[in-house]
């Protein structure tokens, strides 16, 4: 699995498919790819990348910053995990997936951006921990 802030997906896809071909090979490949800071996108079908699924994404309402993604693998079978998802714009932004691995065995992976966005961050976050987001 990578991570990476990509700052705009529309500005760097180019950089983004010459990174993949230099880094997946017959010996390696990356299965999970999850980006932060996609930015405003009209039409996620223009950034498909052959052997993987769809992008998975969710973006701010405003669509002006921030926003993630994951890539997976398209011979790995997975459901999107809305359960373990927090997404609230200009403080946590969140999305899970779960991978089955075997008939009986699955785990999940993730991507989670934290932005630097004062004062929303610091009102809603003061006191707060991860596990109070995932119970409200």
């Not at 993630?68 to 200009?90: C, K, M, T, W």
Request: proline share 5%; aromatic share 10%.
């Amino acid at each position: 699995s990578l991570c990476m802030n990509i700052q705009s997906i529309n500005a760097h896809w180019e950089g983004l498919l010459e990174l993949l071909g230099n880094t997946n090979t017959n010996s390696f490949t990356i299965d999970c790819l999850g980006l932060t800071e996609i930015f405003r996108i009209n039409d996620f079908s223009n950034y498909n990348i052959e052997g993987y699924h769809p992008i998975v994404y969710k973006t701010r309402p405003d669509r002006n910053r921030g926003g993630i993604g994951l890539y997976v693998n398209a011979q790995l079978s997975f459901i999107p995990r809305e359960d373990l998802s927090i997404f609230i714009p200009h403080v946590i932004e969140s999305l899970f997936v779960e991978i089955q691995i075997s008939s009986n065995k699955s785990i999940i992976v993730g991507v989670v951006y934290r932005p630097n966005t004062p004062p929303e961050a610091q009102s809603i976050c003061s006191g707060r921990g991860i596990h109070s987001f995932s119970s409200s």
